[in-house]
């Protein structure tokens, strides 16, 4: 049996107390870092992102009623509410860009598409003149009847949108919790280390004071 001599033994006993009281300072930090790291993508990135696709799957909506607003009664009111939503439409579609792409591809791709459904109706809208131009009501019921995909198109595009962006939040919420019963779990685990620690140190505390017993006997004979 090999005997592992005293000092070898310090040194271990020491390398092993230095690791448990390092753990016990990086772990929780690393474990705070992370968890901070995802509520604030919550805050800047994933819940903006949420309300401007709420935002902008309205202002769809406001600016088809601008249009059969002002085709059925001409009042420029409408074509005012037509301006208006067109302008928060563009807004968030261009404020979505830099918050989606920080929410991973999925999410991301959900924005071009939305890009594209939107750019696609609003161009519809300029070609066929409907904000500028009083068409006979058999035509404008034509017109709307033709382009009504394309303004589906765009609801369901950012219908989807939102969808992939709570599922990018729902993720990232289980990551929380995650990180949260490891963090319990590796408490226990430190706990346990600690103790141990302990138990080495007053043992080593009892060699010494008993080494320093003898010591002391040995002077005095």
Known sequence: MTVVPARQ????????????LILLVVVPLVVSHKTGAILADFSEHADPADRLASRLQ?????????????????????????????????????????????????VESRYYDVLAAVENWQRGVIEHQLTTTRLAPRRFQEVLLNEDHLFQHAQQATARLNAAINTHRADERRRIGNLARLLTILSIVFAVL????????????????????????????
């Open 9 to 20: 033994t310090n040194w271990l006993i020491g390398a092993f107390i230095c690791t448990v």
């Open 194 to 221: 600690v103790l141990i620690a302990l138990w080495i140190v007053v043992k080593a505390v009892r060699r010494l004071d008993r080494a320093a017993s003898l010591l002391e006997t040995r002077a005095r004979q």
């Open 58 to 106: 309205a202002g769809l909506s406001l600016e088809l009623s601008g249009i059969v607003g002002f085709q059925v009664t001409g009042e420029s009111r409408y074509l005012e509410l037509y301006k208006e939503q067109f302008e928060i439409v563009r807004s968030a579609v261009a404020e979505l860009a830099a918050k989606t792409s920080r929410l991973g591809p999925t």
